[in-house]
């Protein structure tokens, strides 16, 4: 339905993030330790969808205000 009704960017965002948030959960759930480079990953991984969502939503904002400046 996602890569149908939306994009494939963001049925790849939505996986991953999905995956992401299990992992950290079991990770806190059932209490194993992970090194530093793993919580380095962790970060990355959700910096990156956060980067993303940022960056998608100036991009909208920036279209919206041009087509406004336009009419």
């Known amino acids: ?32 330790a992970l090194s530093s480079m793993q919580w380095a990953g962790v970060g990355l991984v ?5 980067a993303e969502a940022v960056i998608t939503r100036r991009e909208k904002g920036a279209k919206k205000e041009r087509a406004r400046k336009g009419a």
């Open 1 to 32: 339905y996602t890569l149908s009704t939306f994009s494939s960017l963001l049925l790849v965002t939505v996986t991953v993030t999905r995956k992401m948030l299990s992992m950290v959960f079991s990770v806190v759930y059932f209490g194993h």
């Open 46 to 50: 959700f910096g990156g969808v956060g």
